[in-house]
């Protein structure tokens, strides 16, 4: 980008753009750059999306300070945020929870704390995995109602939605596993909904991406399953 005196801001498509790859502190300076100077929609549903990222990405970083301060950031935003389907409430009330706080007060157990800062991590990694790969990152956390696609992607060839199944480590099976029949059928309606709300007319697949480690992992093991069947989900 151009320097003329002073940086210029980056748009709201080149901040999503970030977020894409993984580059989860530059896409954040950049949407608090951007919201400094427009509090608009739009704008401020980039700061809110970013800084939710920025919130799990300190969470599993035990960036505690940093983290609640963000957190007191997204309350002030939320009601400047467009949010017909809910996501935006859901986002927050789970970095809630990351930072082990409730709208009642209560703390929930640490084991519910810690299942979400792993989830959160390992969705990260997994984003950025396939960006490594190649993959093009159209969405993340995708909800419909209480239903969530993880990551839909895509390639050269297909529209890729992913599923992200992480655990500490492999005692009791590869994570893999734990997308039993249910989650499948929760999961196709998902896809469902996703391809008429987008209006989808491409070839689809599904992937599960297995992660074990945990947040301080040097080299957690990934494992890519493609085009898994998902009772018919899939168009391939």
């Not at 989860?24 to 704008?43: I, M, P």
Request: net charge neutral; charged share 30%.
């Amino acid at each position: 980008m151009a320097e003329t005196g002073e940086r210029q801001c980056m748009t709201a498509k080149e901040v999503f753009e970030l977020r894409e790859q993984g580059r989860t502190e530059e896409a954040y300076n950049a949407a608090r750059q951007l919201y400094a100077k427009d509090k608009g929609a739009y704008a401020s549903t980039t700061m809110f999306w970013s800084a939710v990222d920025m919130l799990r990405l300190c969470a599993c970083k035990d960036r505690t300070e940093e983290a609640e301060k963000i957190l007191k950031a997204l309350e002030r935003l939320l009601p400047n945020v467009p949010d017909r389907d809910g996501w935006a409430g859901d986002a927050f009330q789970n970095c809630q929870l990351l930072l082990h706080k409730t709208e009642d007060g209560k703390e929930p157990s640490k084991k519910s704390a810690e299942h979400l800062q792993l989830g959160a991590w390992g969705e990260g990694l997994a984003a950025a995995y396939l960006s490594e790969k190649g993959y093009i990152i159209l969405e993340r956390d995708w909800r419909s109602g209480h239903r969530d696609i993880d990551i839909v992607a895509r390639n050269d060839e297909y529209l890729i939605f992913v599923e992200v199944k992480t655990r500490r480590n492999s005692d009791f099976g590869d994570p893999v596993t734990a997308v039993d029949n249910q989650k499948m059928r929760n999961l196709q309606r998902a896809i469902n909904h996703y391809i008429r709300y987008r209006h989808v007319n491409l070839p689809i697949r599904f992937d599960i991406i297995s992660i074990i480690g945990h947040v301080d992992s040097k080299n957690p093991q990934i494992t890519h399953f493609e085009g898994i069947d998902i009772m018919g989900a899939s168009r391939r």
